[in-house]
């Protein structure tokens, strides 16, 4: 046990421990006041594309994000027509073009024919500013130019339910006669920040 006389503090070890703690927190507050701490980032541009499940619809669709691949085939020696309810969702503006593959059928038609905005989070005015592009009989060999618009959604994520713009895509095939015929359709949704 020690003496309770270097037990005692003394005044010069009390002023001596005063003097180090305001110097230590004058040092701290210095470097605070002369020092800053900068955080950017940045949001990359998405557009996702995707088919709006749909029980009378009997075709294939792969999707990839930003891309969908739509397997259409048919015996009908008539002109099928076939509706395709999509989904875009998109923080920039965008485009979706198309590319069609196939030996056995044309495509004669190739439209947009409903457009409309599914909730609160989608923009307002996105149904028209929407800029769609029919297409008739075009070179197959080409993606074409399908629709164009405006940032879609204004929050929410990439499966919310309010935040997207369905549109209904038709497609007429040409199908050569007295044959089954089997078709690839192609959507790619790509950012275009100037579309305004």
Known sequence: ?????L??????HVFMLIGVLLFVSAGVAAQTKDSS????????????????????????????????RLVLSGTDAGSPVVRVPLLVRSN???????????????????LVVETRATGSLASP???QSVKTKPQFDFDVSQPVLVLTGPRVSLGG???SPNNALEITLLIRVKPQ???????????????EPQVQ
């Open 157 to 159: 994520t990439l499966q």
């Open 92 to 110: 920039t503006g965008f485009r979706i073009s198309a590319v069609y593959e196939s030996n056995t059928a044309g495509l004669s038609e190739l």
């Open 1 to 5: 046990m020690l003496p309770a006389r």
């Open 37 to 68: 701490v900068m955080l950017r980032g940045a949001v990359s541009e998405t557009v996702v594309l995707s088919v709006l499940p749909n029980l009378n619809l009997s075709i294939d669709g792969a999707n990839s994000g930003s891309s969908v």
């Open 125 to 127: 005015r996105i149904v």
């Open 7 to 12: 037990l005692r503090p003394t005044c010069g």
């Open 177 to 191: 006669p007295h044959r089954a015929w089997l078709a690839h359709l192609t959507l790619v949704a790509t950012a």
